[in-house]
């Protein structure tokens, strides 16, 4: 589980990158990345996140030296 170090009040809730609702606590997520500064880098529900989860792992292999 990721802490965000809020001092006082609740932390803010992760949402999802792709159906922008907050990835609720126990909820399945996954991080997938697509290089260090894409905006579709973050989290994702499970079930969300599968589709993209191919893509980012082509992107990570970078094959095209564009890191
Ligand atoms: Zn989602």
Excluded: K
Excluded at 3 to 23: E, H, K, L, N, W
Excluded at 40 to 45: A, E, N, S, W
Aim: charged residues 20%; glycine residues 12%; positive net charge.
């Amino acid at each position: 589980m990721a802490y965000f170090g809020t001092v006082g009040g609740d932390p803010p809730r992760p949402s999802c990158r792709a159906c922008r609702q907050p990835i609720a606590d126990g909820e399945p997520f996954i991080h997938l990345r697509f290089g260090s500064t894409h905006e579709m880098t973050g989290l994702y529900h499970r079930r969300c996140g599968r589709p993209f989860e191919s893509f980012a792992r082509v992107l990570n292999m970078n094959p095209w030296g564009h890191f």
